[in-house]
């Protein structure tokens, strides 16, 4: 429950900050978010002194955890020696692990935000291919740039993007056409709708961006073969294939979703947890001969504090300590949140809630409801009401997930962080079984 | 269904999250101001969603400043999946 105290310090807060929050989707009710005080390991504390399970980790950024010790003396110590210059001594270090350890990054660039990244991506694929539309999907996620966020394309004619009522991802705004006149928007995991379109106007796509698991749209995994079949597709008809593993990846492993499933898209955009989570990075990583544009000076990719050191830092630190003894960082993480798992579908079992928990371990997502979900659109509105009242209701007893039911553990994550999920997570599912038979 | 079916369902399910008597809601009540917090707008558009057997978005309601506008939009909606 949020208390008056955090109440009246984010209606203070509310006076010069558009809403009380730092950034803001198309979810027009009033909220309070939670203002916290300090933070350990797995756990946050709020204004009150009200301590919290972290499975939120800053939208899935913080896969370091709070507090952990290497990295942040790796941080201090850059602080201190080299805060800021435009390229420094860490550099080569940083890229080397990246490039070992994601099958794409033959050549990479770094920036800040994962919305960057990807207008940089599409950017470079123009430029490669010399065509102007790229191909996106149904419920995935890729910045909040005016191209390629939210709208709603016809099932019928022209995969044609546009704005429509009530769209969460929709906003006021946006640059006239700007959506309409860039992509085509298709629903995922048919690779037979991709090469229809492919079929009809492969010579005006320039791109085809994906999730390879999209996380955005409720964890779905890809079809089997679908990664696999959209690569070649892409070869065919000389579209760019861009996996955007700004969640993917380190959190499926440190070779993203490529590795895992063997494909390697032709550029890969990385943010969020590449470094750690405790300061802002994002990488534009891809083939040698495509990022040669960069070189070549033929495509502008700018930014006051790209390469920055506190940033590069990060990602040495954050690759050496997630990379030590053969990835053991992660796989006990896996082990842990896996258990959670376990525990809350045995919960819902009891409270007679339909749960499903679906997806990576390191980014899965929870949904109300009886099957897993195998295809974005199949993410209905009745599915997604049922999952924010959970995830409200996770918080009001101590644990907090992610937008809209994501859950995303970290490396310190311990066998007591599972005891505390598994004294409190039953009655979250029990309140949220109340809503759920009162809108039956 | 006709529109003022329409309103009529809105008003009802309002008045049941909120405890009021649906006559006592004005349709012309502007949405954002008629005091409902997340959860609840959630349960009442979820349940109009059940009762007019459309999909809507949780957040279409908000688009509309008023009950009658909204239900105007559903209106619409149903015609056109007919």
Known sequence: MISQRNIEYNNRVKQYLPGGVHYNFNLPWQETPLHFIKANDSRVWDIDG??????????????????????????????????????????????ELVARYVPSAEMIRFGL????????????????????????????????????????????GEPVPSDFIGDIKGTAGRAHESLESQSYLLPWNDASVLEELLIKKGDEIAAVITEPVCVNGGSVMPAPGYLKRVRELCD??????????????????????QKEFGVIPDITTLGKAIAGGGVPVSALAGKKEIMQLLTDKKVIHAG????????????????????????????????????????????????????????????????????????????????????????????KNGILVSTFSRIYPNISISMEDVEWFRERVGAALRETKEAYDEMA | MS??????????????????????????????????????????????????????????????????????????????AV
């Not at chain 1, 191909?135 to 005016?146: P, S």
């Not at chain 2, 006559?23 to 349960?43: M, R």
Request: with cysteine; glycine share 8%.
């Open chain 1, 50 to 95: 009200n301590e919290y399970l972290d499975l939120y980790a800053r939208f899935g950024a913080l896969i370091i955890g709070h507090g952990n010790e290497e990295y942040n003396e790796c941080l201090k110590e850059t602080i201190d020696r080299i805060l800021s210059v435009s390229h420094c001594d860490i550099d080569a270090e940083a890229m």
């Open chain 1, 113 to 156: 935000s994962g919305t960057e990244i990807v207008q940089n991506a599409l950017r470079l694929a123009r430029a490669w291919t010399g065509k102007n539309r790229f191909v996106r999907f149904e419920g995935h996620y890729h910045g909040n740039a005016d191209n390629i966020m939210g709208g709603r394309a016809p099932r019928k």
């Open chain 1, 236 to 257: 065919k008809y000389n579209a760019v294939l861009i996996f955007d593993e700004i969640i993917t990846g380190f959190r499926m492993g440190l070779g993203g979703a």
């Open chain 1, 304 to 395: 006051t504090f790209n390469g920055y050191p506190l940033g590069t830092a990060a990602v040495k630190a954050t690759l050496e300590i997630l990379s030590r003894n053969n990835g053991r960082a992660i796989a006990g993480m896996n082990e842990k949140i896996e258990l959670m798992h376990d525990v809350m579908r045995s919960e819902a079992a009891k409270a007679g809630l339909p749960l499903v928990i679906q997806g990576p371990p390191g980014c899965a997502a929870f949904h109300c409801c009886e099957d897993v979900i195998e295809n974005t659109c199949d993410y209905t509105y009745d599915i997604m009401t049922l999952d924010i009242i959970l995830n409200n209701n996770l918080s």
């Open chain 2, 3 to 80: 529109k003022e079916d329409i309103i009529m369902t809105i008003k009802s399910e309002i008045g049941a999250i909120l405890m009021q008597d649906a006559d006592s809601i004005d349709e012309e009540t502007n949405l954002l101001k008629i005091g409902v917090s997340s959860i609840q707008a959630l349960k009442i558009i979820n349940r109009i969603r059940k009762k007019l057997d459309i999909d809507i978005s949780p957040v279409a309601m908000f688009e509309y400043k008023t009950i009658s506008a909204f239900a105007g939009y559903l209106y619409e909606c149903r015609e056109e």
